[in-house]
């Protein structure tokens, strides 16, 4: 199982970032798939997650309306556009698969997820 994320990088406030998520090793059109991410000395959690025939979405209020979470079962790659970007969405950003809905705690540890993407916004 692998799941390489990718797309992170420094964005000014206001400004958009996709990232990208790599998945082989699974049944990628059959997985449920998330976006994840932790800040400093913050909870990691669930912020945005998709089934795994994309039909259905959820967001964490935090980014509800900025964010669009989306995947391409032909190519097992789960993106997630960030628009509008704030200074408090910098954070490590990981990409997670799972069961429908997905769980909102993190499992950092786990096969199914995978080694985050740096996102800083800042001027």
């Known amino acids: 199982v692998q799941l390489v994320e990718s797309g992170g990088g420094l964005a000014q406030p206001g400004g958009s970032l996709r990232l990208s998520c790599a998945a082989s090793?699974?049944?990628?059109?059959?997985?449920?798939m998330g976006w994840y991410r932790q800040a400093p000395g913050k909870e990691c959690g669930l912020i945005a997650g998709?089934?795994?025939?994309?039909?259905?979405?959820n967001y964490a209020d935090s980014v509800k309306g900025r964010f669009t979470i989306s995947r391409d079962n032909a190519k097992n790659t789960v993106y997630l556009q960030m628009n509008s970007l704030k200074p408090e969405d910098t954070a490590v950003y990981y990409c997670?698969?799972?069961?429908?809905?997905?769980?909102?705690?993190?499992?950092?540890?786990?096969?199914?997820w995978g080694q985050g993407t740096q996102v800083t916004v800042s001027s």
């Open positions: 998709i089934n795994s025939a994309g039909g259905s979405t």
């Open positions: 997670a698969a799972g069961g429908w809905p997905l769980d909102y705690d993190c499992r950092i540890e786990s096969d199914y």
């Open positions: 090793g699974f049944a990628f059109s059959s997985a449920a």
